[in-house]
């Protein structure tokens, strides 16, 4: 998967439909990213990559490249 491929899987799972979803967009402004939309971003990451992201770890996430960074140091370890 692509970092093209997983930002469209990650807008679907937080059901954003904004035009601006992108790298910079800070996940305080999408309705989705709740506790409810952070499992299922663990649970998306864990289905289509294989690697395990906690919860914790996502909370200390504020914008979507945050998200990216921490999915691909968890690949290259």
Request: with cysteine; glycine share 12%.
């Given at each position: 998967m692509n970092s093209d491929q997983f930002l469209v899987?990650?807008?679907e799972c937080l059901m954003d439909d904004s035009k601006n979803f992108g790298p910079s967009t800070n996940l305080?402004?999408?309705d989705g990213?709740?506790?409810i939309?952070?499992?299922a971003v663990a649970v998306m990451i864990n289905t289509e990559l294989g690697i395990s992201i906690t919860a914790p770890q996502l909370?200390?996430?504020s914008i979507v490249n945050d998200i990216i960074e921490l999915v691909k140091d968890?690949?290259?370890v």
């Open positions: 899987k990650l807008q305080e402004d999408i990213w709740d506790s939309g952070r499992l909370r200390g996430c968890k690949l290259e």
